[in-house]
């Protein structure tokens, strides 16, 4: 067991590999927070500021995890 976590972890990638890696983690993680953000705008309707909305708006679609398991409003 302690081998293959040790081969696993002594392999090398190029930073090319760890960009796609990032992307293919990144593209589900931002389409289902941008599904889930369109789902739940109730706390946009209480932003005055066209900046906040915007910014609100962002912050639901990166913090979507936490939003789902906690009734916090982005406002």
Do not use: A, Q
């Amino acid at each position: 067991m302690w081998n293959m976590i040790g081969r696993v972890l002594d392999h090398e990638m190029k930073v090319s590999e760890f960009i796609g890696v990032l992307i293919l983690i990144g593209i589900p993680y931002f389409v289902i927070g941008v599904i889930w953000t369109l789902t739940h705008t109730s706390h946009l309707s209480n932003v005055d500021s066209p900046l906040d909305t915007v910014i609100s708006f962002l912050g639901s679609i990166v913090c979507w995890p936490v939003l789902t398991f906690s009734n916090v409003t982005m406002t």
